[in-house]
Structure formats: structure tokens, C-alpha cells
């Protein structure tokens, strides 16, 4: 209800090249925590990448809004997060819930979304600078972005599907056991 109509605006009123420099400079501010997690789960080798995505995406790719790693140097970005490491350390997923905004999760899931906030470096930094407005602008944004990019194939299914909920469970499951 709240996020498709600003989504819908998102997509008429900013070009592809605009929304995917928006998705790099948040991808970009979580690279940060997506590093932390490479280290805990003992991906060194992604860690590595990781570590110069930041670099090379924070200077060269103008604060991440080109994505310099990936389309010059081919060090493509991948996603980590508290739920996937918990599952690395052996975490079972739990039932199926559907967080309100956030969507579909699990228990270890959850947890993994809502310890970023005490996790993320970039959180912190701007937490302890007084910046709650940056923190909750960047929550929205990347909200909006993600459902911006979704929002068509969550139609398609629910066009076609039988049972909704159950195909989006089923979907949601196989993407993080996949991740």
C-alpha cells in the first residue's frame, strides 16, 4: 500500500541509468557490512573482492554511483548478510513470517535485519554523528528501490499463481537458500 505508488513514481519519474546509480550508491553503502559478513562466514576470497569493490567503487566510481569494479575490472558484487552467516554457523531458518514493510523472512533472518543497524559501519557512523534522518532515508531508499525492481514480477505471480502466498513463500525460501 505504501510502497508501490512511490515505487510506481520512482520508475516514471527517474530513467534505468538514474535507478541503477541510485542501487550502486547503496550497494555501495553496504559493502561495508557485506565485508563483515564475508569474514565471519571465513570467505576470505570474498572478503578480498569486497574490500576492493569499496575501494575502487568509493573513488573511481564517484562514491559507488558507477560501478567501476564490476564493468572495468569484472569484480562483481554479491550480497551477505546476518541471516546468511547465521546460516553458514549451522542456524536453522525457522517458519516462514511476513514482516511488516520488510516482507517475507524467518526467525534467523529477522534477527540478521534487525542486528544491522548495530552492526553496519555506515549505521553506526551516521548514528553517532546525529544523522537518524540519513539512517531512515537510506532504509527507505533502498525499500523503494528494491520493490521498484520486483514490483512487475510480484504482479506476474499473482496473476498466475493459484495460491499467492504460497509461491511467494516458496520463492522466497529457494532465493536465501540459494544465497
Do not use: C
Not at 3 to 11: D, L, S
Not at 97 to 104: A, N, Q, S
Not at 117 to 146: C, M, N, W
Not at 154 to 170: F, G, K, M, N, P
Amino acid at each position: 500500500i505504501l510502497f508501490r505508488p512511490v515505487a510506481e513514481i520512482y520508475k516514471t519519474a527517474f530513467p534505468k541509468i538514474a535507478r541503477d546509480g541510485v542501487r550502486n550508491v547503496l550497494r555501495n553503502l553496504n559493502a561495508p557490512f557485506v565485508l563483515i559478513n564475508d569474514v565471519l562466514q571465513g570467505e576470505m576470497d570474498r572478503a578480498w573482492n569486497t574490500s576492493r569493490r569499496i575501494a575502487i567503487n568509493s573513488t573511481i566510481g564517484f562514491a559507488g554511483l558507477y560501478d567501476a569494479a564490476g564493468d572495468i575490472w569484472g569484480i562483481n558484487a554479491h550480497s551477505e548478510d546476518l541471516g546468511q552467516t547465521l546460516a553458514v554457523w549451522g542456524v536453522g531458518e525457522g517458519f516462514y513470517l511476513v514482516l511488516p514493510i520488510f516482507g517475507p523472512s524467518n526467525p534467523r533472518d529477522a534477527i540478521g535485519l534487525l542486528s544491522k543497524s548495530f552492526a553496519d559501519p555506515v549505521s553506526q557512523y551516521l548514528d553517532h554523528t546525529d544523522e537518524k534522518d540519513a539512517i531512515l532515508a537510506r532504509v527507505l531508499a533502498v525499500g523503494i528501490d528494491q520493490y521498484s525492481r520486483t514490483v512487475d514480477d510480484l504482479d506476474r505471480l499473482e496473476a498466475t499463481s493459484i495460491d499467492y502466498y504460497a509461491a511467494v513463500r516458496s520463492i522466497y525460501r529457494q532465493k536465501r537458500n540459494l544465497e
